[in-house]
């Protein structure tokens, strides 16, 4: 019985060997053995417990760890971020507050540029909307497309004017007018519209769920392409000119279809056309608006005619009185 415990012993001893040094252990040795009673094994687990446990232990034994980190430790300090995140969703700030619209300008370049691109350039089986608007519309985009929208369009209007005032030879004067006029009626369209479709879409229970926000940011991103033609209107060729307002009409005007007919086309089919085509005619005149306006010029025989209308020449004539001699 001695022996056999022996030879346990010493095959227990080559398999959980960790000396470095060691080098006689071979593959037959490093298998798993049946030991029988392991009460001799346990009971010196239980003596190498009590020593310290940075204690070194002699060559040819295992180094036992008796002492873990507590996951108590980690309660001390609570993390912030894992507060938040198992605290659940964030609450939003009151829409009072200017936290509560930043939310509305954080973008990124490149999201704006794809909105840009797909604002003009439609695409049958592509709902802009629900591709690029949704989840996340933003008030960045919209803004500086007014914005921009409203300087090219004055200043190219003026420099048009110019252009004519030019080959006519008569004096020009720069019109500030034309930038409070463009501004007032790109805000006027660019948010005045939005409130006339979600209200119509509210009241006619629509199922497609647009929201304020989503609407207004689609209408602000269909001005884009008004932004290159405007500074293309100061070429003096009217059929150009008519052209550019053609392009321009068909390209945004048919993004802004393909976007809100999913909303209707549960309605009747009288309303729903007729909620598309005021859409449309909307757009239009707003493209002819600007084209009548801010670039139209009279042609030279016209201008002409009304330069000398504008200045008659009136001869005052007086009866002769005459003359009584004594």
Wanted: some cysteine; charged content about 15%; aromatic content about 14%.
């Amino acid at each position: 019985m001695s022996n056999m415990a022996a030879s346990n012993e010493s095959e227990r001893e080559a398999i959980i060997s960790i000396d470095r040094g060691r080098s006689d252990v071979s593959v037959e040795d490093l298998k798993f053995q049946d030991f029988g009673d392991t009460t001799r094994i346990n009971d010196a687990a239980d003596r190498r417990s009590d020593k310290s446990p940075y204690e070194s232990s002699p060559p040819g034994q295992t180094h036992t760890f008796t002492n873990f980190p507590s996951d108590d430790d980690d309660d001390e300090q609570p993390d912030p971020d894992k507060q938040q995140l198992l605290g659940g969703p964030k609450k939003s700030p009151p829409f009072w507050t200017f936290e509560y619209y930043m939310t509305f300008f954080d973008v990124d370049t490149y999201l704006v540029l794809a909105r840009l691109l797909s604002s003009f350039v439609p695409r049958p089986k592509q709902n802009f909307l629900l591709t690029k608007i949704r989840p996340k519309p933003d008030l960045y985009g919209p803004f500086w497309v007014c914005a921009t929208l409203i300087f090219t369009t004055a200043v190219s209007g003026n420099l048009a004017n110019y252009f004519a005032r030019f080959s006519l030879e008569t004096p020009w004067v720069y019109d500030f007018q034309k930038v409070t006029l463009a501004a007032v009626a790109i805000f006027i369209y660019a948010w005045g519209v939005p409130v006339g479709m979600w209200a119509f879409l509210h009241w006619r229970n629509s199922l497609a769920c647009f929201t304020f926000l989503e609407i207004l940011c689609v209408y602000g991103y269909s001005l884009t392409i008004y932004i290159p033609i405007s500074l293309l209107w100061v070429i003096p060729v009217h059929w150009l000119q008519w052209l550019l307002v053609a392009a321009g009409l068909f390209m945004s005007g048919t993004v802004l279809l393909i976007t809100f007919y999913p909303a209707v086309k549960d309605d009747d089919k009288k309303v729903a056309g007729l909620a598309m085509l005021i859409v449309f005619m909307l757009h239009a005149m707003l493209s002819a608006g600007f084209m009548l306006y801010f670039f139209h010029v009279p042609s030279v025989e016209a201008a002409s005619s009304v330069e000398t209308t504008q200045h008659p020449v009136t001869i005052l004539t007086t009866p002769a009185v005459p003359s009584h001699n004594p």
